[in-house]
């Protein structure tokens, strides 16, 4: 039975295990039909998860759930790898930094992000509690970076894997520019991973109504730069075609699954 990763589309914590496969050669079937509120309250998915949250990594052996224990045990496939370091206290080191980005980083935006999009009730105090451990945590990580690349050694560990994906949330939401201004070293880093090649397997595309692109969005988002910009031609009928596959989320989009689709008006 092949590796099987039950979650829904946009999942950001099930890429931990997803670019942990691209390092190690390994391939994870993600299914795409899988419903959240449906699929992971089916007798089947509540024998792999009891509580019936995602992702949840079905293996020959037996299921695996909490995406970083998944990733864990992706990155440990195909024997000798350099995910977890050539040495213990390399390998300490690593479960160390997973640690702190998974308790100190991703625990802070999300008490940040959360209540900004109503998921849990919006307070003051408590933004501004999530928000001054948020930059402790940032800090201590910023001052780390000022002199290594990469969190343990000289090349992507698992550590680098699953704090950049901790960090991509904050990153796509709600750590502006002028916010992460203030940790030059994280945001190098940030675009240094994200920008290597197993990172970069997932298509980025957008569209705008209108005759440019709102200033708003030139401001703030991070990679502008690195994606190439086209006025649609309406008089073009593929490219017409393109944009209703867009808007009506298309799948499989010019070949490829569409891993995660929003529209915001």
């Not at 295990?17 to 390994?26: H, M, T």
């Not at 899988?34 to 020959?60: D, R, Y």
């Not at 802070?108 to 408590?126: E, K, N, T, V």
């Amino acid at each position: 039975m092949a590796l099987v990763l039950h979650t829904y589309k946009g999942n950001k914590s099930a890429e931990k295990a997803l670019i942990a496969a691209e390092y190690v050669g390994v391939q994870i079937d993600v299914p795409s039909d899988f419903q959240m509120g449906v699929t992971n309250k089916t007798p089947a998915f509540l024998k792999m998860n009891p509580i019936g949250k995602v992702p949840v990594l079905e293996t020959p052996e037996g299921s695996v759930f909490e995406s970083n224990a998944i990733a864990r045990y992706v990155s440990r496939l195909n024997g000798d790898n350099s995910l977890n370091g050539s040495s213990l206290i390399e390998y300490a080191q690593i479960e160390q930094w997973i640690d702190f980005s998974s308790l100190e980083i991703y625990a802070s935006i999300l008490r940040w992000f959360g209540p900004r999009m109503g998921f849990m009730p919006y307070s003051a105090p408590a933004e501004e509690g999530a928000i001054s451990t948020l930059k402790r945590a940032l800090d201590a990580l910023n001052t780390h970076l000022t002199s290594n690349t990469y969190l343990v050694g000289h090349s992507i560990t698992l550590a680098d894997i699953i704090t950049v994906c901790n960090l991509n949330l904050g990153f796509a939401t709600v750590m502006t520019k002028k916010f992460t201004s203030e940790f030059p070293h994280v945001e190098r880093y940030f675009w240094t991973v994200v920008n290597q090649p197993n990172f970069t397997k997932v298509k980025g595309l957008w569209l705008f109504r209108g005759p440019e692109i709102p200033k708003f969005i030139m401001d703030e988002v991070y990679d502008m730069e690195l994606y190439e910009w086209t006025k649609v031609d309406i008089s073009d009928e593929a490219q017409k075609e393109r944009v209703s596959q867009m808007i009506e989320d298309a799948e499989p989009f010019e070949g490829e699954a569409l891993l995660d689709a929003k529209c915001f008006k």
